[in-house]
């Protein structure tokens, strides 16, 4: 007899969910590149389209609001780390492009690998060190060349990049202590109240960044609407239900196609210049990257 509390994972519908979610999540860079507003600018829309758009989810799926104070607080926490991931990796995104920058923000995997290693005392095994030398040969291989030559932004994008890994990484660990922490609340509205916080905090950057919220016209109104109800809600939506459904080897092989595709699309949709040198680096580091997500 079956266990319907448990069921069956990696179903076709399970692994097209995660593939979904990916790849819509695969165009954030590509909306953040054509939006024609500033980094700041255009976080704090992704944020508040999908803050909004996770609203009427909830309202159709006729979710309870029911969200603890301590739950409260961690999203609160969340939605600034997140805020901080953003406004970095954009900028980021305006110095190296949009797929270099999204490889860059995935270095998250190898930040929580050490901070378990160091704060929880989890063990590192052969297989998550090897995962590490491969992620660094791929990157010297895909920003070493010609460091000392590449302009300043260039220079700067890099280390946004690898500074969204930091607060990315600090993002994950905030959303997983949440899940241990909350007492079944609704997690869309827990996310809603994220994206909400996340929002108030990039609106209160846009001034101090010298930005405006003016929006320049009705196609980056599109994009942004785009950027947050796609990417933002629906793409992470499907990535969160789905991942449970299942098993750990499927879900990373269809996550990774989120860096692997922004890179590609860099490469397609704004003509990126890309030496064998730059594939070689991509792909040891996306396979650096698929090794750490399986641990």
Known sequence: MSDTRNPPLNQPT???????????????????KVSGVGPVSAGFYRMLFGALALVVVALLLRERLQIGVRTLL????????????????????????????????NFQVFVMIAAGALFLG???????????????????LLVGPGWGHLSDEWRSGVLLGLATALFYAAYMMILRRMQHARRNPS?????????????????????LSEETFAIPDRASFLYLLAYGVLCQ?????????NIPRAT?????????????????WDILLFARPTTFLDLT???????????GVTR
């Open 233 to 241: 809600a629906l793409g992470w939506y499907l990535i969160s239900r």
């Open 248 to 264: 750990l080897t499927i879900t990373g092989i269809t996550i990774l196609l989120q860096p692997a595709l922004s890179f590609g």
């Open 74 to 105: 961690w999203a609160m926490a969340a939605g600034l780390m997140f805020a901080a991931d953003l406004s970095v990796w954009h900028r980021s995104i305006e110095g190296v492009g949009p797929g270099l920058a999204t490889v860059l923000g």
């Open 122 to 140: 989890e063990r590192v095994t052969w297989r998550t060190l090897s995962a590490v030398i491969l992620a660094i040969f791929g990157l010297l």
């Open 281 to 291: 680096g991509a792909l040891l580091t996306l396979t650096a990257i698929y090794i």
């Open 187 to 207: 997690p869309i509205w827990s996310m809603t109240v994220m994206a909400a916080v996340c929002a108030l905090l990039l609106g209160l950057e846009i001034p």
């Open 14 to 32: 399970a692994i097209l969910g995660l593939a979904a979610g990916a790849v819509l999540i695969s165009f954030s860079s590509v909306f953040v």
